[in-house]
Structure formats: C-alpha cells, structure tokens
C-alpha cells in the first residue's frame, strides 16, 4: 500500500516554491515556511528527505547572520534552488510505501582509522574491507563510519535488488544519519548519507539502521583494522601530468585500488573497474602500468604478446633479463624520472615517510615553486663538480652563490636560494645562520640593492570619477557591469586579487545593509592560528553610483542565469 499528496497539497506546494524562486530577495520566515511545508509532506514523498537538508543550512546560517530576526532578507544559494527545483518535478508523481518489507539481510559495519570493514549476513555469510585513501582519511569518525556503510553495500549488497538490508553499527551517528536520510549537524555527513541512499534507490534497496554495541561488532571491526596492506604505486602528480604531457592520456589504470580513477585492482573492491589485471585483454585499452616490480617479467610478456601499447613504469635493472625486453618493446624514447630530492634529504636525516609528508606539506605551491629554480640550478652546481648535493662544505655552498650573483640574480633570489639551502643541506647545518653566509648576502644588498616593484602612487579619485559618468548599473552591460563591481570591491576591501576569487556566493550573508562573505580557504597571507576571513560591503547610500552594495545587488541578479559555480565574480564572455 502506498500513500501520496491530495492535488490541493501539491498545487500549494508548487505555488509557494514558485514563490521563492521567482524573488532574487526573500524573507527568512518565507523560506522557513516554505521548509515547514516541505517537511509536511514528507509522509507521502519517499525520498523527499534527501532534499530540504541544504535549504535548512541556508535558513540557520541567514538566521545567525541576522541575529535570529526572522524577517531579515535573504537570498536562496545554488543548492537550496536545486532542491527546490527538485520538488517542483518530482512531488506531481510522488508516493510513499505504507509498509516496507521485513529485513532481508544484515550488514554490520564498522569503520578505524585505518581503513572499513563489512559481514553480509544472509544465507552465507560474506565480507568485505579496504584501507582508506590518503584523503579520506582527514574525514571525521562519523563521516568513515557512513562511508563504511556505502562502501559495505556497494561490495556486498548490489545483488539484493527488492530487499530490505538491515544495516548494523555502533556509531550512533551514522545510525541517525541513515535513518533520518540525512541531518543538519554536518554537512559531509549529509552529503554521505544522500549518497548511500540514491544508491539504494538505483539499486531498488531499502535500508534501515539499527544500532549494535562494539562488543558485538567485532568481525567488522576486525576487517577495518586488517584491510589489505598498501601495495599501491603511486607517482608524485606532477610527475604523472609530464608523463601524460608527452605520452597522452591513458583510460585505464592496470594495478591500482579503488583510489585511483578506473582502477584495476588485484581482488574485489567496490570502486574498481575490474578485478585482476592479467584477467582481460590489455590490446583495446592505452593503459598506464606501475606494477610492482616482481610483475615486470609477466608485464612484458603480455604487451608482447597481444601487441598492447600504453604507458609502463619500471626501474632501471640493466641487470634484470627483463630489461633486455624491455628495450626491445619500446616504441618511443622512455623517460627517465626524477628522484624527489627534498622527501631524500629528509629521509637521510631519519625522518619517516609520514613525518616528511606533513613537513613537505608546509611548503606552499608557491613556496615550492621558487625553491625548485634554484634546487635544480644546486643539483646541476654539485654534478658538475662531482660533490654530494645533500653533504658539503661552506665554500662550495659559498661559490653557487657567488654564480647565481654572476650570472644575474639579485638580493632576493639570493635570500630565496638560502633558504632553499637551509631546507635541503645536511652538512653544514643552519646555513641560513651562518654568519659568513649572511654577511655574504649582505654584501649582496649592498652591492645589488633591491628596487621596489610598486612604487607609483595613482590617483584612486581618477578612478572614481570614471565610475560615476558611467550608466546607472541596471542599465550597464554585462562587461561593464563586472568591471564596476570588480574595482569597486578592489578599492574597498583592500584585498589581493586571490583573495576576491575565493568570494563565494555559498558563504555569503546578505542583510539590509551589507553583504558579508566568509572566506575559509588558504590565502596567500593566510598564517597559523589566523585562519578565516570575513569581508564586509556595506551599503553607501550617499552616493548609489559608487555603491557597491547596489552594483553585487544587480551583479548578482544578472549572472543568475549564466553560473556554472557559486564564486560571486565569473567570466562576462562565453
């Protein structure tokens, strides 16, 4: 038995919906009735709780800007419209199961820091369990234990297509999470939750959650904490994007896990795209190989006889009797890899793989960027002088500073190379200290004194000007439109160019009388313990023409139709 929404219900639904998406400015008690609406509904609209989550994070969040004044005004964000939208086409054929089917199998779950666990209990028993990739495992505890749960049932239950599965875990979380088809607590719990349900729903599974003590979960927890051992390969990324640069793009991952985007793994895994490498045909794919290194032998001898072509990593054994067939495969000049110098200095020092991934992490992209000029020009420096890069003396150290001088770099880029050195040398220690070294780079200074690169003042009143003899923003073209809310957000916030692209509409509180955007990413002066910025546009209604909360009013209403993203500043061309 089913039951569904009367016609009068579902025509009020709409017309209130309609409401809401045809005003570019609302009230939060508008939204908040329309919420209460929706979730009346939620008897007869089976999946319906997947899709008012985000238009409730958008009432609390303006209600929090506002202070708790319900009739403060707000604006809708991207997601909120979109569930809105999905109301709209899918509450006329919407109906809910009366009754659902008595559970049909159990899935118990359970999730460590290392990696998930799952028992399919039904008939036979069956289980499943992986490690966690390097990212997921930043995620909080509550987020792993859903993700156990989705990994769990797409390993275990794609077959129970009809039936009930019985899910069991001792998170009480996730227990809610999946009972309530999501909640307002977290939003990456949230989005899990939805995520696990669609599957089901394309899998024309039921689920409910149940929860079992921690005593009583001890197959899965055992499984989550015995996962497969990390065998996987995996090349630095930006040695993997010069590969594919030369090589192009391969389709298909031979020997990975379920990480890596259309895998190939050695045993089942819910993500993979097949299971065993050596199973199927490699002749109709451009694959990409970094097996291990016992497997080259085997490798070879399958490229050569079904005459596949793709991308291998091996090492150079000249040694190994597979590396005479190697050499007679090849069908392009191979590339030879580079070695990570910095991850080897700190490995020398005694470091463990996992210290030197969080100490190489706090070397921004930028901060990578410039030490690489002058780690490359260091390396070249020692080989043609047969000296070890990593262990030297003072006056070598010394000289590849007098040649950087000579050949043109000046007290900056000097400064730079010695705290490149500082970061990479083992003997001497704390080059960057030394007080040779830094009466040398003194002397530089003194010699080569920096120049400012900004030192031209302009006339911002010039600018102002300009802007005023300009239209009334209604009536500016598009073009004209971002140029004027670009430099009007420029000149008043005082910001770098970086910090305005993180504005985003999602993060934005709109009052009465400013917007407020909260930006969380990392900046460029971004530093530990000053973490998040909030920047204010206030309204000037002294003078509208230079009023920047008019301009992002209009801005905003304008590009509307035309984002593919919620940054508040996009491309006025196609």
Known sequence: MTVSLTLERKCKTKRKIKGLLDSSLITIRQLAEVIGILVSNLPGVAYGRLYYRHLEFNKINSLRAAKGDFDAKTTLTSLSRLELLWWLSNIDEAFCHIHHKPVGAVLECDASTLGWGAVLRSGNQSMANDRWSRSQRKFHVNVLELLAIYFGLKALCKALRGQHVGIRSDNMTAVSYINHMGGTKSSQCNEVTKIIW???????????????????????????????????????????????????????????????????????????????????????????????????????????????????????????????????????????????????????????????????????????????????????????????????????????????????????????????????????????????????????????????????????????????????????????????????????SAQRVQTLSQLDLDFMEMTEQSFIFHINDKLKQTRPGHVGLQICFDNFSEDELLCIYSVLKIYIQKTENLRTSSKLFISYRK
């Open 198 to 492: 669609l599957w089901c729903k394309d899998n024309d599974i039921w689920i409910s959650a149940a929860h079992i003590p921690g005593a009583q979960n001890g197959i899965a927890d055992h499984l989550s904490r015995n996962g497969k051992i990390n065998t996987e390969w995996a090349l630095n990324d930006k040695i993997f994007l010069d590969i594919t640069s030369v090589f192009g793009c391969p389709d298909i991952n031979l020997f990975a896990t379920n990480e890596k985007y259309r895998a190939v793994s050695w045993r089942y895994e819910p993500q993979a795209h097949a299971t065993d490498a050596f199973s199927f045909t490699w002749t109709d794919h451009n694959f990409y190989a970094f097996p291990p290194f016992s497997m080259i032998g085997r490798c070879l001898q399958k490229i050569e006889l079904e005459q596949a072509t793709g991308i291998l990593i091996a090492p150079v054994w000249t040694t190994q009797a597979s590396f005479v067939k190697l050499m007679e495969l090849l069908i392009a000049v191979p590339l030879l890899l580079p070695v990570s110098k910095e991850r080897q200095s700190l490995y020398a020092q005694g470091i463990s793989p996992k210290a030197a991934d969080i100490i190489l992490e706090a070397w921004r992209p930028s901060t990578q960027k410039q030490y690489l000029v002058y780690l490359s020009r260091w390396l070249l420096f020692c080989s043609k002088r047969n000296i070890d890069p990593m262990q030297t003396d003072l006056k070598e150290i010394l000289n590849f500073l007098v040649e950087l001088f000579e050949g043109g770099v000046g007290y900056s880029g000097i400064n730079t190379a010695r705290s490149m050195l500082s970061s990479f040398v083992l003997i001497p220690k704390n080059i960057g200290k030394n007080n040779l070294v830094k009466r040398f780079v003194k002397g530089i200074f003194e010699l080569k004194t920096p120049r400012p690169h900004r030192c031209h003042v302009w006339d911002v009143s010039t600018v102002f000007q300009y802007v005023k003899s300009l239209e009334h923003n209604a009536e500016l073209t598009l073009k004209f439109l971002t140029y004027k809310a670009v430099i009007l957000a420029t000149l008043i």
